[in-house]
């Protein structure tokens, strides 16, 4: 993440006698707070919804199970820090340097913790159709709750050193970024992005290609297989792929110029406009995974209406009063109970 939007001016070094300023536009103050209340509006809703009914109905029976209740929790972690970088973006960081960490922090982890859980169904799926058999043993609730533990882990690493160095810096404005140590600041930089770049893009998005391939292989072998199976796999692949690449190509550019490896301002101005835009657009690939991974799936808009008819019925219990709910509450447990006898 491109923590620091506000910075408005970077010195640019024409000759070795003297530099002059190279004036940023603040462009994203104008559009990141209203994408990223948008994100974290449907982001909130989607995830809390998936939760809910996983909770409430499908009581974790397999890995796949846990591996979604994970995949939503990571999601709303992620979310949970949009609010503070919209007002961040337009203005400046007044939450203070424990929220600094706090929520830069919850960023980081949600952010690699969301990309390994997608990762780690691809596998599990892969599992469930290419090798059937051997699956029925690992894809239990342990051995996915094991594999949950060991991605948050993984995820609360690799986010470092950039939790420890997170901190609110107060110069002409205050901003909430990583002060690196003086003779650190290029190598501690290159290794933030690099790693995002390798671990965020290039080595979920192999997995996720091997699996999907293998899966699609094994697919089209069947007779029986339905379209909208492939369709759902290739969707996967594309969404990610479309989601995640641009912010890590633009990342890369960004970091090359770090290292004035090109050094004009209007470059400059290009990139830092451009990261922001595709990190939004990443953003949103947190927003869709209930979308992709849950609702499309048939037995899940069961558990979903059957939840939201108990709802309503609860609710409409509530509204007829104490004696009238008791009386409705009795005619109805005694039609399920004649309606069960004869089916």
């Not at 990342?251 to 470059?267: G, M």
């Not at 709802?311 to 005619?331: E, Q, W």
Request: charged share 15%.
């Amino acid at each position: 993440m491109e923590y620091n939007y506000n910075d408005s001016e970077e010195f640019d070094y024409n000759s070795l006698s003297e530099y002059v300023p190279c004036i940023k536009d603040n462009i994203g103050s104008t559009f990141l707070p209203t994408v990223y209340s948008l994100l974290f509006v449907t982001g909130l809703m989607g995830n809390t919804l998936v939760f809910w009914v996983l909770i409430k109905c499908v009581k974790l029976r397999s890995m796949t199970d846990v591996s979604l209740l994970n995949l939503a929790v990571s999601d709303l972690l992620f979310v949970f820090s949009l609010p503070f970088l919209a007002y961040y973006a337009k203005d400046q960081w007044i939450f203070g340097g424990v929220m600094c960490k706090i929520i830069l922090g919850c960023y980081s982890i949600g952010f690699y913790s969301g990309i390994f859980f997608v990762t780690l169904m691809s596998i599990d799926r892969y599992l469930a159709i290419v090798h059937a058999v051997y699956a029925l043993r690992t894809r239990t609730v342990k051995y996915g709750t094991i594999a949950s533990i060991v991605v948050w882990l993984v995820s609360l690493l690799v986010s470092f050193p950039e939790i420890i160095y997170n901190q609110k810096i107060d110069d002409n404005i205050s901003t909430c970024r990583p002060k690196y140590p003086d003779s650190n600041i290029k190598p501690l930089t290159a290794v933030h992005i690099f790693k995002m770049n390798v671990l965020g893009l290039l080595i979920p998005l192999g997995i996720i290609v091997f699996c999907y391939s293998c899966i699609i292989k094994r697919l089209l072998s069947c007779r029986s297989v339905k379209k909208q199976t492939i369709k759902l796999v290739f969707l996967v692949v594309i969404v990610f792929f479309f989601f995640w690449t641009p912010y890590n190509i633009v990342s890369f550019l960004h970091a090359l110029h770090v290292f004035h490896v090109f050094d004009d301002c209007e470059t400059g101005k290009r990139l830092d406009l451009s990261l922001q835009v595709t990190e939004s657009i990443a953003y949103v690939h947190s927003c869709l995974n209930p979308f992709i991974y849950v609702f499309a799936g048939e037995k899940f808009k069961k558990h979903l209406s059957r939840l939201l008819l108990r709802f309503i019925d609860c609710k409409a219990l509530r509204d007829l009063g104490p004696t009238t709910s008791s009386v409705y509450s009795r005619s109805t447990s005694i039609v399920q109970h004649s309606s069960s006898k004869y089916n």
